[in-house]
């Protein structure tokens, strides 16, 4: 089975606290993504990186940054935490042009 | 960013009701998706269409891609206290390496 595995469920931060959050997968994906979810907003598009040390904007990237060193390892950092980034962060994989793998996702509260 | 329509936000049935939903676009998608996530949860892939007029069943679940490439339902039949979550579409352009999804459906049921 694919494994999507984010390194932390639950996050509490300050603003202005750099925030690191780890996603990993473990079936040779290409493709990961990061996604934001928020009530009656669905998910929406962060970043995605097709390939080792390429990235793409998303939809909302603004106030974030990520970077992926190794094809298994794809990290999102929020370099100065504001409490509008308070969300659900949900990160995914995928074989190129096939469907998304999902991780459990990290509830990041900003205080 | 684009998003799908999807409706209806929200549904209130008994257990043993049958349910319907769906998503419609302005733009024609080459791949339908459909996802349900649990409370604290990722989504998990339900069933993946790729023709037009598709209609395709997983077990109490059936989806359909529309013929206009531009919509898809889903049913799910004699629900279950356990079919509660959000269920999400996701469409895919052609050569599209990002998804596309609708806001959500949340699904209560009273049992």
């Known amino acids: 089975d694919v494994k999507v595995t984010q390194s932390s469920r639950y996050l509490v931060k300050r603003t202005g606290e750099k925030v690191f959050l780890e996603c990993v997968q473990d079936?040779?994906?290409?493709?990961m993504f990061w996604y934001r979810q928020d009530p009656g907003l669905g998910l929406r598009l962060i970043y995605f990186s097709y390939d080792v040390k390429m990235k793409e904007k998303g939809d909302i990237p603004e106030g974030y940054s990520v970077s992926r060193e190794k094809k298994e390892r794809f990290s999102l950092i929020l370099e100065s935490a504001s409490t509008n980034q308070t969300s659900m962060y949900l990160c995914?994989?995928?074989?190129?042009?096939?469907?998304?793998?999902f991780g459990e996702g990290s509830r990041l509260t900003v205080l | 960013g684009q998003q799908l329509n999807q409706s209806p936000q929200s549904m209130f049935i008994q257990e043993g009701e049958d349910v319907s939903m769906n998503c419609t676009s302005s733009?024609?998608?080459?791949?339908w998706l459909w996802y349900k996530q649990e409370p604290g949860e990722g989504p998990v892939l339900l069933i993946a269409l790729y023709k037009a007029g598709e209609l395709t069943s997983n077990g109490r679940l059936t989806a359909q891609f529309g013929i206009t490439r531009k919509d898809s339902f889903l049913n799910i039949s004699a629900s279950i206290p356990s079919d509660v979550g959000i269920y999400f579409c996701?469409?895919?352009?052609?050569?599209?390496?990002?998804?596309?999804f609708g806001q959500g459906t949340r699904l209560t049921i009273n049992p």
């Open positions: 733009s024609i998608f080459n791949t």
């Open positions: 996701a469409g895919q352009g052609q050569g599209a390496q990002k998804l596309v």
């Open positions: 995914a994989s995928s074989l190129p042009l096939t469907e998304l793998f």
């Open positions: 079936m040779d994906h290409e493709n």
